[in-house]
């Protein structure tokens, strides 16, 4: 049986998708892209096993976002993370950033929606009061 869904895990499952997304790559020089390509650091097996890790987390994070939400909700957060972009830009808040900055705007949002895609299905069955398919016992 699931846990009830409440904003603690609904902010863990986000803050989660930050994580794994920020530590996968990041402008700021901390991140398993950077300590891969760092050749003074041998630990190549270490390398290979964070990096499935990373991999796997990734992989699973997309997936549940992709059964949670589809591709036209994927698609409907992408373009309505663009917008918001857009009008933080246009209302000057955004305006003299660099382009490492950009960057880091984009992870924020690819995390963000991953966060929301693997809490969708509960948002979802609060919303609509529908009950899910892996909640419902015989």
């Known amino acids: 049986m699931s846990a009830p869904f409440n904003t603690s895990g609904f902010f863990s499952r986000w803050f989660s998708a930050l994580f794994v997304v920020m530590a996968t790559y990041n402008p700021s020089g901390v991140s398993y892209y950077h300590w891969l390509i760092n050749m003074d650091d041998t630990r190549w097996a270490l390398k290979a096993l964070i990096g499935l890790i990373m991999a796997i987390l990734n ?5 549940i976002s992709m059964r949670s939400m589809r591709r036209g909700g994927l698609l409907s957060a ?4 663009t917008v918001v972009v857009w009008t933080l ?3 000057g808040y955004l305006q003299n950033i660099t382009f490492w ?12 929606i ?6 969708w299905s509960h948002i979802r ?3 609509s009061g529908q009950a899910d398919s892996n909640d419902v016992t015989l």
Not at 78 to 81: E, K, L, P, R
Not at 114 to 119: A, C, R, T, V
Request: aromatic share 18%; no cysteine; proline share 0%.
């Open 78 to 81: 992408a373009i309505f993370s």
């Open 125 to 127: 069955g609060r919303l």
């Open 114 to 119: 991953l966060g929301i895609g693997i809490s």
């Open 59 to 63: 992989m699973l994070f997309l997936i």
């Open 101 to 112: 900055s950009w960057i880091t705007v984009i992870l924020f949002f690819m995390g963000s």
């Open 89 to 91: 830009r246009d209302y």
